[in-house]
T-cell receptor, first 108, second 117 residues
């Protein structure tokens, strides 16, 4: 069964705006990971947040984790055209299970 | 440069003609895995390997075989491809180890787009 489910499925914003993507999962996890995929290419790891962490930052990325709600969010601040990609969450609990992704488009 | 290398990048074949997609990593990773990506279905795990000579089924193993004779290589074999195996395939690896394959970032190859007619 699907562990990570992203919301929204697609998001289109103007360059410079912030982008927020959400992920929900079903069972207890050890960690939650976010990946980026440029069109047709391999996934690239962005950030890993452990179940005992609530927030983590990496450059323009901010990830939060709420284990009571079984949800996570990825915030990209000051978006750039190069951020256009699909973003996936992957919930780590015995195995890593990927969601279907959010397709983010940054308009110049 | 640390990387996961898949070959070929694109492959068009006919039903029933055996094929192999190669995957090699140069990071001394213990854990390797194959995924397929289909529209609306996300990434689904086909097979994985915790170490040399240790492989196990993922969520969608039917019609696929794998082997792990060396630590760096993890080929995906389609003995008799069918059109429903048309997909984008990814190999991935991480340091793994018992209880750790899901606790560390995965490194992905650039994918193999397979078309079976």
């Amino acid at each position: 069964s699907q562990q990570g489910e992203e919301d929204p499925q697609a998001l289109s914003i103007q360059e410079g705006e912030n982008a927020t993507m959400n992920c929900s999962y079903k069972t207890s996890i050890n960690n939650l990971q976010w990946y980026r995929q440029n069109s047709g290419r391999g996934l690239v790891h962005l950030i890993l947040i452990r179940s005992n962490e609530r927030e983590k930052h990496s450059g323009r990325l901010r990830v939060t984790l709420d284990t009571s709600k079984k949800s996570s969010s990825l915030l990209i601040t000051a978006s750039r055209a190069a951020d256009t990609a699909s973003y996936f969450c992957a919930a780590g609990a015995q195995k890593l299970v990927f969601g279907q992704g959010t397709r983010l488009t940054i308009n110049p | 440069e640390a990387q996961v290398t898949q070959n070929p990048r694109y492959l068009i074949t006919v039903t029933g003609k055996k094929l192999t997609v190669t995957c090699s990593q140069n990071m001394n990773h213990e854990y390797m895995s194959w995924y397929r990506q289909d529209p609306g279905l996300g990434l689904r795990q086909i097979y994985y390997s915790m170490n040399v000579e240790v492989t196990d089924k993922g969520d969608v193993p039917e019609g696929y075989k794998v082997s792990r004779k060396e630590k760096r290589n993890f080929p995906l074999i389609l003995e008799s491809p069918s059109p429903n195996q048309t997909s984008l395939y990814f190999c991935a690896s991480n340091f793994g180890g018992l209880g750790n394959s899901y606790n560390s970032p995965l490194h992905f190859g650039n994918g193999t787009r397979l078309t079976v007619t």
